[in-house]
Structure formats: C-alpha cells, structure tokens
T-cell receptor
Framework: DAMVIQNPRYQVTQFGKPVTLSCSQT?????MYWYQQKSSQAPKLLFH???????NEADTPDNFQSRRPNTSFCFLDIRSPGLGDAAMYLC??????????FGPGTRLTVL | AQSVTQPDIHITVSEGASLELRCNYS??????LFWYVQSPGQGLQLLLK??????LVQGIKGFEAEFKRSQSSFNLRKPSVHWSDAAEYFC????????????FGAGTILRVKS
C-alpha cells in the first residue's frame, strides 16, 4: 500500500544534542510537510517543500531545519533541542494543494 | 484571519448512540474541509473531505459530514458509535488561495462508554 513512513517512531535525545527525524513516502506526492504537535494541541505547521521549493512558516524557530534530497524523502533537523521541543512530529504529503496524508509520527523526548 | 472552532473539547457517548461533532470556520475564501481522526500516539487518518459538489459527504468507518455554507459549519456525524471510535477528532480547513496551509481546530476527544 502507498504510504507515509516515519522513522524512528520514538526518539530520545539529550538537551542540546542534534537530532534528525526521517520521513519517506511511496505516494509520489510533490509536497511534503512537517508539523509539530504538542500534547493536547492541534498540529502546527513548521514548513513544507513544494517540489524543491522550501517554505518556512514565519514563526518556526531557526533551531528547526529541513532537507529534501529527493521526491521520496524529507528530513527534520533540530540543531539544539530544548525541553520545549518535546512533541510529536508529523510528516504529511500531498499532490499540489490536494488532500494531505499523514504518517504515524515520531514522538521526541528531550532529557 | 482564518480560524477553525471545535466548541467541544470532550464528548462522551454511549456505544450504539449517535454522534455529532461540531466544526465552525472563518475563512476568507472558498474552503476545502477535512475531518481527521487521531488515536493515542498515532498520526492523523483522513476520515472525509469536502472540496465541492454534494454538501453531504461520506467517509470511512461510517462517518459523514455536511457542509453548510450559510452557517460556516462542517459537522461530523455517525449514526451508531462503536467503542473503537474513541479517539481525538480534528477538523481542518484549507483553500487554494492560501496554498498548502491547513488550519486545524483544537480537536474534540471522543469517549465511548459501554
């Protein structure tokens, strides 16, 4: 089945230690998104790639960066995680402005 | 500014009872409307969507939703709830004019009692 895959499902890191989360998709969608979802809150869009074009949300901290080496893969890099960055990170994909399909998420814990 | 309101933070229904989850939006464009469901520790699963056409849309798992433009609402319904429907439900709104950005409601947690 075509799907959005996120690895790892659970990630533990130390305060200030860089961490990378991975997303891959078999849907061949041209748009990939990263959302942050804190406990009991709605998902918050961090940024998205429309094809190779990177689109950052105005309020996304500089600590968060992303890479998309090809159509199928997208990475979220957190350069210096703080305690406030502990959250569920959701990857989603879409074809242009059509429906967004989400992966299962990566739960990040910062010690 | 665009906004989505889900007035009910928690709803508890008995198994077999009917369900309606409310969603109201404020949007400066013709909206695309979505309902997603999220089980604990999981990603968001698409239940149904409305882009245009028939204002009553059918989704997966027996859910349906009705778009009422005059009320700016897109309420989710199910005639008979199952225990497995217990989860958090998010209404989301997008529009072609706003590119790829979805605006999510705060979510409604559904509890099902036997």
């Amino acid at each position: 089945d075509a799907m959005v895959i996120q690895n790892p499902r659970y990630q533990v890191t130390q305060f200030g230690k860089p961490v990378t989360l991975s997303c891959s998709q078999t849907l061949n969608h041209n748009v990939m998104y990263w959302y942050q979802q804190k406990s009991s809150q709605a998902p918050k869009l961090l940024f998205h790639y429309y094809d190779k074009d990177f689109n950052n949300e105005a309020d996304t901290p500089d600590n968060f960066q992303s890479r998309r080496p090809n159509t199928s893969f997208c990475f979220l890099d957190i350069r210096s995680p703080g305690l406030g960055d502990a959250a569920m990170y959701l990857c989603a994909t879409s074809r242009d402005t059509d429906t967004q399909y989400f992966g299962p998420g990566t739960r990040l814990t910062v010690l | 500014a665009q906004s989505v309101t889900q007035p009910d933070i928690h709803i508890t229904v008995s198994e077999g009872a009917s369900l309606e989850l409310r969603c109201n939006y404020s949007y400066g464009a013709t909206p695309y409307l979505f309902w997603y469901v999220q089980s604990p520790g999981q990603g968001l699963q698409l239940l149904l969507k409305y882009f245009s056409g028939d204002t009553l849309v059918q989704g997966i798992k027996g859910f349906e939703a009705e778009f009422k433009r005059s009320q700016s609402s897109f309420n989710l319904r199910k005639p008979s709830v199952h225990w497995s429907d217990a989860a958090e439900y998010f209404c989301a709104v997008g529009a072609k004019e706003y590119g790829n950005k979805l605006v999510f409601g705060a979510g409604t947690i559904l509890r099902v009692k036997s």
